[in-house]
């Protein structure tokens, strides 16, 4: 863990006023559970307050930017732009995680690189910069990230296939590809049931079934996908 917060305001561009606020944010709850008397609370008010910040913020630049889009269009962009694992890539570009406040249970076990650590993270951080900023500066703050992750996915479509979205993370993130195992076929001929495990480094992340192989891979990438966002 990294306790000089300089590098941290460089890597997002902001120089915290009450530095307190920044070093709050990074406060996990595992943390407090093994130093009790610290002096700062964990980033879970924070985080709560951070939500409603990107909600909104991310909200009205879609609305804003895309007068052409319908509701549903703009509120499934919003959810992928705000989703856990968009977020998490969001805090691994500044390095947060490394300047988490982790139990070192917490640390060993590699949570400075989980999803949902790192996305509670950068919520909590919206806000720390809120609180001490101001929402001008938070505006600025999101939409520098926001901006070109909402281009790229205009572009690509928001309705890419399961397989295709599961291996682009993989690939991105750990640098191999999902492997599909057929595991269970049963019924007759004409209307055989498929059972399909998806494994990344040979851990189980998902399971479908189909009436056809294509079919149960797509639901096993959807659950693997499901199962990414919950870490």
């Known amino acids: 863990m990294s306790t000089d917060l300089n590098g941290l305001q460089e890597a997002i561009g902001i120089q ?70 968009t977020l998490a890539r969001f805090a691994r570009s500044m390095d947060l995680g490394q300047y988490v406040y982790l139990s070192h249970g917490e640390d060993e076990r590699g949570g400075r690189g989980r999803v949902g650590l790192l996305s509670d993270a950068f919520e909590a951080l919206v806000a720390a910069i ?55 076929e049963q019924g007759p001929d004409h209307a055989k049931e498929f059972t399909v495990q998806v494994l990344v480094s040979g851990e189980v992340y998902g399971r479908g079934r189909g009436l056809s192989k294509q079919a149960a891979e797509q639901k096993a990438a959807k659950e693997a996908l499901e199962e990414i966002e919950r870490r």
């Not at 809120?130 to 939409?143: C, H, K, P, S």
């Not at 909402?150 to 999902?178: C, F, M, Y």
């Open 16 to 85: 915290f006023s009450n530095d307190t606020l920044l070093r709050q944010a990074l406060v996990h709850r595992s943390f407090l559970n093994e130093n009790p008397d610290f002096e700062l609370p964990s980033n879970e008010r924070l985080e709560f307050l951070g939500d409603a910040l990107l909600d909104f913020i991310v909200g009205e630049y879609l609305y804003e930017q895309h007068p052409e889009m319908d509701e549903g269009k703009l509120t499934s962009l919003r959810a992928a732009l705000i989703k856990a694992s």
């Open 130 to 184: 809120y609180l001490d900023a101001g929402l001008e500066a938070t505006r600025d703050f999101v939409i520098a990230l926001v901006e070109p992750e909402a281009d790229r996915i205009v572009e690509n479509g928001l309705e890419r296939d399961h397989k295709s979205r599961l291996q682009e993370w993989i690939q991105r993130e750990q640098g191999t590809t999902p492997v599909y195992r057929t595991v269970m």
